[in-house]
C-alpha cells in the first residue's frame, strides 16, 4: 500500500503539475477533497487542484515541480519534499510578468483515501517566490 500511495502522488506531480494535464485530477482526488495551504483558498475536489494548479502554468510556461524526497507516515499519509521553478512571463495574482527566474521549497502532504488523494496539506516559501520576482523586499 505505501508504494501505491506514493506512486498516486507522484502520478499527481508528474502529470498534474509538470505535464500540465489538469484533467487527470479528476482520477486522482476524491470528490471531496480538502486543500490546505494559507496562501492558496481554493474549492473543493479535482476542481479546487485546477485552480490551484492552473494559475502557476499560466504564469510560469515553464514550471516544474522537482520531487527531492518523498516518505510515507502513518500509512495513508505520504509527504514530499519539493522544488518548484520557472520563468515567470504571464501573469499571476495580478502581478504582471516579470521574466525573473525563481526557485521555491515547499512540502506537501497527501492524505490517500479509498485510493484516491483526499486531503493535502501545503507549505512553501511564498514570500522567497514574492522577493525573487522583486515584488517585496526585507527591510535593511
Not at 475536489?45 to 492552473?54: D, E, H, L, R, T
Request: proline residues 6%; contains cysteine; charged residues 20%.
Amino acid at each position: 500500500m505505501p508504494q501505491e500511495n506514493k506512486a498516486l502522488v507522484r502520478r499527481f506531480f508528474e502529470e498534474v503539475c509538470n505535464g500540465r494535464k489538469l484533467d487527470i485530477a479528476d482520477e486522482l482526488f476524491t470528490a471531496d477533497h480538502t486543500y490546505h495551504d494559507p496562501f492558496i483558498p481554493t474549492g473543493p475536489g479535482p476542481a479546487g487542484m485546477k485552480q490551484v494548479i492552473a494559475p502557476y502554468h499560466s504564469a510560469f510556461s515553464d514550471a516544474h515541480w522537482e520531487i527531492e524526497e518523498m516518505v510515507d507516515a502513518e500509512g495513508d499519509l505520504v509527504v514530499t519534499r519539493w522544488i518548484g521553478s520557472g520563468t515567470q512571463d504571464g501573469e499571476l495574482a495580478g502581478i504582471p510578468a516579470t521574466n525573473r527566474r525563481v526557485r521555491v521549497p515547499g512540502i506537501w502532504m497527501h492524505r490517500i483515501a479509498g485510493g484516491k488523494i483526499g486531503q493535502s496539506w501545503n507549505v512553501w516559501d511564498n514570500l522567497g517566490m514574492l522577493r525573487q520576482l522583486g515584488i517585496v523586499s526585507l527591510p535593511g
